[in-house]
């Protein structure tokens, strides 16, 4: 959420980390025990058939397998949570609960729209065989004059048209964001209270948020969960979703069914 929200994501790194370091110390552990189990077994000797151990010695090295199992298991955990934390921090996807959020995608939006006149212009340099212009550009290189003029595998030059054509995509992609994000700055908080669930739309927490008097059942639960409602615990129990008109309208809608199944009138 806004209010914390560098603060929770370097949680979510640590975590990553110390989850990553406890499952490797784990593997060790059992890789070691799994090692020192199978010591006991005299190298190359063979399961007895028929003899009186056969059954021991058949489920001493089950265990074994197992616990060597357990160790890779263990490890291979370790490695995901050791990427999920490289993943974190390497993310630089434009949260909207990020406080910058809205000036970096103002940045982002003006090194799209950027990209995009140069590649227009460029084209036509290209088209022209103006080299001289093109290198008046700004960000052109003899590098990029010498890919753009090398014919591609469809025996084109310049900028592909789906170059532009995505770009320009993600430059109407960002435009919205920035329009919603822009309305957002203007909501205030604000609460409704159905049947004595408070409904809360959280604009520091950018959460729309519910708070039941006691336990909601099941039904209502799984409502919450499908819509992608999540309880929190850190923000006082509350169940809550990002907030839009459709996750106002279905808090609503769970808080008049509370009414209905707690019979409350």
Not at 2 to 14: G, T, V
Not at 122 to 131: D, F, I, L, Q, R
Not at 184 to 207: P, S, Y
Request: one cysteine or more.
């Amino acid at each position: 959420m806004k209010h914390n929200y560098e603060e929770r994501k370097q949680n979510r790194i640590e975590y990553a980390k110390q989850k990553a370091v406890k499952l490797q110390k784990e593997s060790n552990q059992l890789y070691d025990q799994a090692k020192n189990m199978a010591s006991a077994i005299p190298m190359g000797q063979p399961i007895l058939v028929g003899h009186h151990s056969e059954k021991r010695d058949r489920n001493y090295r089950e265990k074994i397998h197992n616990t060597y199992g357990k160790a890779f298991a263990a490890s291979d955990k370790a490695e995901y949570y050791e990427s999920k934390a490289v993943t974190i921090e390497a993310n630089d996807a434009i949260s909207s609960d990020d406080p910058q959020a809205l000036l970096k995608l103002r940045n982002k939006l003006a090194s799209l729209q950027s990209a995009q006149d140069f590649m227009k212009e460029a084209n036509k340099c290209v088209k022209s065989g103006n080299k001289e212009a093109f290198m008046k550009l700004p960000h052109a290189s003899e590098k990029i004059w010498q890919e753009i003029t090398t014919p591609d595998c469809m025996n084109t030059i310049g900028f592909a048209h789906y170059s532009l054509k995505n770009n320009n995509a993600n430059i109407r992609r960002i435009k919205q964001r920035i329009v919603q994000l822009e309305g957002m700055e203007q909501l205030k908080t604000f609460e409704k209270t159905i049947n004595g669930v408070r409904v809360v739309v959280n604009a520091e927490a950018n959460r729309v948020q519910l708070f039941f008097p006691q336990i909601p059942g099941e039904d209502i639960r799984k409502r919450l969960r499908d819509r992608g409602f999540r309880f929190s615990r850190s923000e006082g129990n509350a169940w809550q979703q990002f907030i839009s008109n459709s996750a106002v309208n279905h808090a609503y809608m769970v808080a008049g069914l509370y009414q209905a199944e707690h019979g409350d009138k």
